[in-house]
């Protein structure tokens, strides 16, 4: 329970990161942006990787 808290800020400020530098990139080139394949699947499976290992070795050090 004592790591619920910086685990929820952690992931919030990642997620407002990665929303910044969106938001910077598209400010520095206005042009249409390509979507590739690697950067969904980053975005889509990269936060719950994360936290799947970061919780896989928590509990492997209890």
Partial sequence: ????????????????????LFRVWGINHPDP???RL???FGLLFGPSLFLFFYLA??????
């Fill in 38 to 40: 690697w950067i969904v």
């Fill in 57 to 62: 070795l928590t509990f492997r050090q209890n």
């Fill in 33 to 35: 942006f390509e979507i």
């Fill in 1 to 20: 329970m004592a790591y619920k808290i910086p685990l929820i800020a952690l992931t919030w400020a990642f997620a407002l990161l990665v929303s910044w």
